[in-house]
């Protein structure tokens, strides 16, 4: 590498300009995002709407639902925001570095404090912080894919450009930078993903479809139920001049309200909000909040071994001499002292320790793809790499290395890491040497993770299939796969891999350990295994990992590892715990079965609202709620308990089907309600009841009905599920029991009649949501018994 790069004088004179890489972009969604999200939408101005009209004709009693709507903007926001600010701290703790010379020595800074004109110093692993001009290369090789969708690695010449947010792959080299912050390429792309985004998820994509449909049918439904209203308030030329308009108004307001179904939206944001939140303060940082949720649907694994099953601090074991040729311990002592050495490399050096070798006439860094480096002195070539790698066709050519092959395998068995450094003539290829002849093998020890045995295990137990994809020795892996407990007589050699799809599935579901797996059969491995309609998580540290972590249905970075990684991943285990990969499944599946059960309370609640408004605007019956009733049977029924029980722990497992589960409770729930309520309306307004009984009745009904449909969908009741029942049960008691709550709901004493009809249509309805739940209960199980056959089968 040349030059010393800038001074400080010239550091301050370009930060006194601004040419530096300070960018402001979010690292999460914008404050106004989140206030747009949950303030600025098509029901919240239906609910401002309604809440307008009722202001203007004076009933600003009934107008209580704006408060609710209002209520549920600001808790959405709230919530959103501190998951916001949460996230935020991690991700700046978790911000790349860049690596520039600087006054003639090399410093590691903020990638915002980089200017125009620093040289960068480019590793393998490196992200490259800003767009600049390569000043000198040692093999440099860069993979931007991520910026150009060009999957080969691009090797860099002095005089090419590098750009910001591609990442190294091999070798090194340094990179004069010339365009910084907003003018980079990586900051200048409109797509630029966001860390932190409420992307499509089947939780999301299902609710938004119910939202969708509810849309369609409200304006209709509202103009049936206006007409009805108008019709028993003498007509719509009578209720215009008798002010009888006002009362078909608030019918109708009312009947609308109660189909919007305001509180599921933000029951979702504020759960998936918490989950993000409680993964913080284990130390994973949710990059995408539906990766909470992804994790859970996971039915397939795919690890790297070092930095996941190990913890990636290689320990140097043992040098077996083989060829005598002198000279190898001071090539191994050079290998360990260099700036881009690796974590083996680096283990050398507490072994050896002579480094005083002569001036280095040539190098081949080390790369993914064929997993050896080399270096030129005086005395010739000495490689370094994976023995079947440096001797791939001639492991039976001879008797020297017939034996090479012979020891590596049986020490890779031991679980054991093995590398041959051999020796030959210079080549001018980048090629292994024809005369190359294996000098020593070297053998380094990994220290297994203590939490690895028990996350595998309780992988296995939850039905999660493992697959081990490694760059080392398969037989290596396969040794460290069988420590931790997997079922892995022997590791498959990736360099056999099939060219097929279908004779790649049928390797992937006989093994369960594949070693010298290049990055792009990584990616290969995944995309086939999604293909096959297994949902993937991929973990990993290195950058030989971000392909596969990026086409991963949920990649999952170690915090360790190289930064293109990490930018990558929707997870990143901070503290680099492999352990918490248990809790984030929890979590996942805590958040989609939550969801789904208090989805059936709202959408209960919609398509209820829904029927008794179609029936009464059919029978042309007097719409037998209030506004401000039904914010009462709302709030106890559903809003308050809903919070809780959206937050409580489930460790239920994952079945798809969310929506179609959800809606056929729903719907038939929904139209047992409206059988007892309209039959009840009928029947008193053919005992003409007054309205204001009926009206009573009918909330008491609904209320008594609303309170079963959530025991139902609360059982098993414990004992925290109990006290949220009862505590809404004595809500109601103190509804019709407080003088001032009974006047301001205009709630009457009902008669022996009306009390019948109630405790009949009340009893009526519990037993056919019996009926409903009972069918919906086998639908479940039939659910889940096919998922569990799926699964088996794939």
Excluded at 355 to 367: G, I, K, Q, T
Aim: proline share 3%; glycine share 8%.
């Amino acid at each position: 590498m040349t030059g010393s790069g800038l001074s400080s004088a010239e550091v301050a004179q370009r930060v006194a300009e601004g040419k530096t890489n300070a960018f402001v972009q979010d690292t999460s969604r914008s404050v106004w995002s989140i206030v747009r999200t949950n303030v600025l939408t098509l029901f919240n101005g239906i609910i401002l709407v309604c809440f307008l009209v009722l202001l203007a004709i004076g009933r600003w009693q009934d107008a209580l639902f704006g408060f609710s709507a209002v209520a549920n903007a600001v808790i959405g926001s709230v919530q959103e925001y501190r998951a916001k600010r949460a996230l935020d701290r991690l991700a700046v703790l978790n911000a790349p570095h860049a690596r520039v010379l600087r006054d003639g020595s090399e410093t590691e800074i903020d990638i915002a404090l980089v200017v125009v004109d620093d040289a960068l110093v480019l590793r393998a692993g490196d992200q490259v912080a800003a767009d600049g001009l390569v000043d000198a290369s040692s093999g440099l090789q860069v993979d931007e894919s991520m910026l150009t969708g060009e999957s080969d690695a691009v090797e860099k010449v002095p005089g090419d450009r590098v750009l910001s947010g591609s990442v190294v792959v091999g070798g090194g080299g340094t990179a004069v930078v010339d365009r910084v912050g907003a003018d980079s390429f990586a900051n200048s792309l409109s797509a630029e993903a966001k860390r932190f985004s409420l992307v499509a998820s089947e939780l999301r994509s299902s609710i938004n479809r119910v939202l969708k449909w509810v849309a369609w049918i409200i304006g209709p439904v509202a103009l049936l139920v206006l007409n009805a209203q108008m019709m028993t308030q003498g007509g719509w030329v009578a209720a215009a001049s008798s002010g009888g308009w006002r009362v078909a108004a608030t019918a109708t307001i009312a009947s609308v309200v109660a189909m919007v179904p305001l509180g599921l939206v933000l029951m979702t944001s504020i759960t998936f909000a918490v989950g993000a939140v409680k993964l913080a303060r284990q130390q994973v940082l949710v990059q995408e909040l539906p990766a909470v949720e992804g994790l859970a649907r996971v039915d397939m694994i795919c690890l790297d071994k070092t930095g996941t099953l190990t913890q990636g601090d290689i320990v140097f074991d043992e040098a077996h001499v083989l060829t005598e040729v002198a000279g190898w311990e001071g090539v191994l002592a050079w290998y360990g002292v260099q700036n881009d050495a690796n974590a083996t490399a680096r283990s050398l050096a507490s072994r050896f320790t002579d480094s005083s070798r002569e001036a280095v006439l040539d190098r081949v860094p080390f790369s993914s793809a064929r997993k050896w480096s080399a270096v030129t002195f005086d005395d010739g070539m000495w490689v370094l790499g994976g023995p079947e790698m440096v001797f791939p066709a001639r492991s039976s050519a001879g008797d020297d290395h017939q034996h090479l092959a012979t020891r590596a395998t049986e020490l890779a068995a031991t679980g054991r890491r093995t590398l041959v450094l051999a020796h030959g003539s210079p080549t001018d290829d980048e090629t292994v040497p024809a005369d190359a002849v294996p000098v020593a093998l070297l053998t380094f020890r990994e220290n297994i993770r203590p939490d690895a045995a028990e996350t595998l295990g309780y992988f296995a137990a939850q039905g999660v299939g493992v697959r081990i994809i490694s760059g080392d020795n398969p037989q290596t892996v396969a040794a460290i796969a069988r420590e931790v407990g997997l079922d892995a007589p022997r590791g498959f050699d990736a360099r056999e891999l099939p060219d097929g799809d279908d004779e790649l599935l049928a390797v992937l579901n006989e093994y369960i350990v594949f070693g010298r797996v290049t990055p792009d059969q990584k990616r290969r491995i995944v995309v086939r295994l999604k293909a096959a309609g297994h949902t993937v998580a991929m973990t990993g540290d290195g950058v030989n990992d971000a392909l596969a972590i990026k086409e991963a249905d949920i990649g999952v970075a170690m915090n360790s590892g190289a930064a293109a990684t990490k930018a990558v991943a929707r997870l990143v285990l901070l503290d680099g715990r492999f352990s918490h990969l248990p809790s984030v499944v929890a979590e996942g599946r805590q958040v989609i079965a939550n969801i789904e059960r208090v989805s059936m309370l709202f959408l209960t609640k919609t398509a209820y609202a829904t029927f008794l408004a179609i029936t009464f605007g059919i029978l042309l019956l007097p719409f037998p709620f209030l506004p401000r009733q039904l914010s009462v049977t709302d709030g106890l029924t559903i809003g308050i308990p809903a919070f809780f029980l959206a937050l409580l722990p489930n460790a239920q497992r994952y079945v798809p089907g969310f929506l179609r589960r959800s809606t056929t409770f729903a719907i038939p729930a929904g139209v047992a309600v409206t059988l007892g309520i309209a039959a009840y309306a009928r029947l008193a307004a053919g005992q003409n009841i007054a309205e204001a009984e009926i009206r009573t009745g009918s909330t008491l009904i609904l209320t008594i009905i609303g309170l079963w449909i959530l025991v139902v969908l609360s059982r098993p009741v414990t004992r925290f599920k109990g006290a949220v029942i009862g505590a809404m049960m004595v809500g109601l008691v103190l509804v019709y029991t407080v003088p001032i709550v009974r006047d301001f709901l205009q709630l009457v004493d009902l008669t022996l009649p009306t009390a019948l009809l109630v405790l009949g249509a009340s009893l009526v309805s519990i037993a056919l949501i019996e009926i409903v739940r009972f069918a919906h209960r086998r639908i479940a199980r039939r659910d889940a018994e096919l998922a569990v056959s799926q699964r088996g089968a794939k």
